[in-house]
């Protein structure tokens, strides 16, 4: 279960990654009011068995669209592999990319309904942004620690900037996985398109 919380820090924080860092400042209220309403969709969404896997996806796919920028996840995942594609490619890998995110994620927490989470507090950074603390209830699973960095822009509110569980940085965990795909296809941008389109398959 400890590997499917990290999946949702993952998830999360591609969500909220590349944007621009020209914060504004925030209340913690708006900090503790942002991560409980994503939270408490998101997990509805993922752990409610009896909806069909259909649609299930396709209001997720919703949520993704709603509030996460896709291009901004897209770039930082490739890091440096990024000035490698073409624009179509990356139009390509744009859309590939969301379809695996809804495809994987949606299955893997279908088989843990009741998990729910419970904002612990909320520290106001020095830098304008903030941390809030939580705590994720898996029933039969126990309880896992996750910690989300917030800040927020005029142009686009609220986002995440990282999501930290068990001390290690979600979001540069899945920087290295597609770069080490990258490097073992050579950097051949259509194979690694096509790699991504197969994951989370059934």
Same mark, same amino acid.
């Given at each position: 279960?400890?590997?499917?919380?990290?999946?949702?820090?993952?998830?999360?924080?591609?969500?909220?990654?590349?944007?621009?860092?020209? @914060?504004?400042?925030?209340?913690?209220?708006?900090?503790?009011?942002?991560?409980?309403?994503?939270?408490?969709?998101?997990?509805?969404?993922?752990?409610?068995?009896?909806?069909?896997?259909?649609?299930?996806?396709?209001?997720?796919?919703?949520?993704?669209?709603?509030?996460?920028?896709?291009?901004?996840?897209?770039?930082?995942?490739?890091?440096? =592999?990024?000035?490698?594609?073409?624009?179509?490619?990356?139009?390509? =890998?744009?859309?590939?990319?969301?379809?695996?995110?809804?495809?994987?994620?949606?299955?893997?927490?279908?088989?843990?309904?009741?998990?729910?989470?419970?904002?612990?507090?909320?520290?106001?950074?020095?830098?304008?942004? @903030?941390?809030?603390?939580?705590?994720?209830?898996?029933?039969?699973?126990?309880?896992?620690?996750?910690?989300?960095?917030? =800040?927020?822009?005029?142009?686009?509110?609220?986002?995440?900037?990282?999501?930290?569980?068990?001390?290690?940085?979600?979001?540069?965990?899945?920087?290295?996985?597609?770069?080490?795909?990258?490097?073992?296809?050579?950097?051949?941008?259509?194979?690694?398109?096509?790699?991504?389109?197969?994951?989370?398959?059934?």
């Amino acid at each position: 279960m400890t590997r499917l919380i990290r999946a949702f820090a993952v998830l999360v924080f591609m969500c909220g990654c590349g944007a621009s860092m020209a @914060a504004e400042s925030m209340t913690d209220e708006e900090a503790k009011g942002f991560i409980n309403t994503l939270g408490k969709e998101a997990f509805s969404v993922l752990t409610k068995k009896e909806a069909s896997h259909q649609s299930r996806e396709a209001k997720f796919r919703e949520i993704l669209d709603r509030g996460f920028d896709i291009k901004a996840i897209g770039r930082f995942s490739l890091g440096r =592999y990024w000035k490698v594609f073409n624009k179509e490619q990356k139009e390509r =890998y744009f859309t590939t990319l969301k379809d695996m995110l809804i495809r994987s994620y949606v299955g893997k927490f279908a088989d843990f309904p009741g998990s729910t989470f419970r904002i612990v507090r909320v520290d106001m950074g020095s830098d304008a942004g @903030a941390t809030v603390l939580t705590t994720v209830e898996c029933p039969g699973s126990g309880s896992y620690n996750v910690s989300w960095k917030l =800040y927020k822009t005029k142009s686009k509110g609220v986002r995440i900037t990282d999501v930290i569980v068990d001390n290690i940085s979600m979001g540069i965990t899945q920087r290295s996985e597609f770069s080490s795909i990258m490097a073992n296809l050579n950097g051949n941008v259509d194979e690694f398109i096509k790699r991504l389109s197969k994951i989370g398959e059934k």
